[in-house]
């Protein structure tokens, strides 16, 4: 069956570094990847999608990578800030979204 | 736009009462989705309309789950009769399309069951 896995554990960074988060998936050939964010007591709110044949999507501090081969995205956040902390979230389609638990990133001061 | 709208935000009901979620989605939205998240199983799609007309319910939990979309701008979440396991934030999210765009969520129906 279909599996989604992102980190588990909270990922903790100081403030002003790169937080990288990781979406990882098997049984699956999704057209395309979708990341969220989302904060205690709130709904997720979308962040960026990217194609499979795209490899690298950018917007203002967030980059996105894709790759199929490894079954891989990576999430980047550079020049974090504690603002950024929040739950994370990864989402793969080609029609239906299908959703990973969420990594917990925390930015410290 | 103000959003995708849910209510009520919370809700607090005795098991075996009825409880309705409400939802306006997007206006110009063909997609309507229905979400259950616990911590336990995380994001859970219930059931999605496309047009109003619903094409997925296989993620219902069971025949004590009901949805409607009447119209474009109205769906509904049923629950009848309620019980403690069905304890969860439900959210329901629009998109003009499915995977290749992304979703707007409300901010959700924390319901308790007691």
């Known amino acids: 069956s279909q599996k989604i896995e992102q980190n588990s554990e909270a990922l903790n960074i100081q403030e002003g570094k790169t937080a990288t988060l990781t979406c990882n998936y098997t049984?699956?050939?999704?057209?395309?990847l979708q990341w969220y964010r989302q904060d205690p007591g709130r709904g997720p709110v979308f962040l960026l999608l990217i194609r499979e044949n795209e490899k690298e999507k950018r917007k203002e501090r967030l980059k996105v990578t894709f790759d199929t081969t490894l079954k891989q995205s990576l999430f980047h956040i550079t020049a974090s800030q504690p603002a950024d902390s929040a739950t994370y979230l990864c989402?793969?389609?080609?029609?239906?979204?299908?959703w990973g638990a969420g990594t917990k990133l925390i930015i410290k001061p | 736009d103000a959003g995708v709208i849910q209510s009520p935000r919370h809700e607090v009901t005795e098991m075996g009462q009825e409880v309705t979620l409400r939802c306006k989605p997007i206006s110009g939205h063909d997609y309507l989705f229905w979400y259950r998240q616990t911590m336990m199983r995380g994001l859970e799609l219930l059931i999605y309309f496309n047009n109003n007309v619903p094409i997925d319910d296989s993620g219902m939990p069971e025949d004590r789950f009901s949805a409607k979309m009447p119209n474009a701008s109205f769906s509904t979440l049923k629950i009848q009769p309620s019980e403690p396991r069905d304890s969860a934030v439900y959210f329901c999210a629009s998109s003009p399309s499915q995977g290749n765009y992304g979703y707007t969520f409300g901010s959700g129906t924390r319901l308790t069951v007691v």
């Open positions: 049984n699956y050939s999704p057209a395309y």
């Open positions: 989402a793969l389609a080609n029609y239906q979204l299908i």
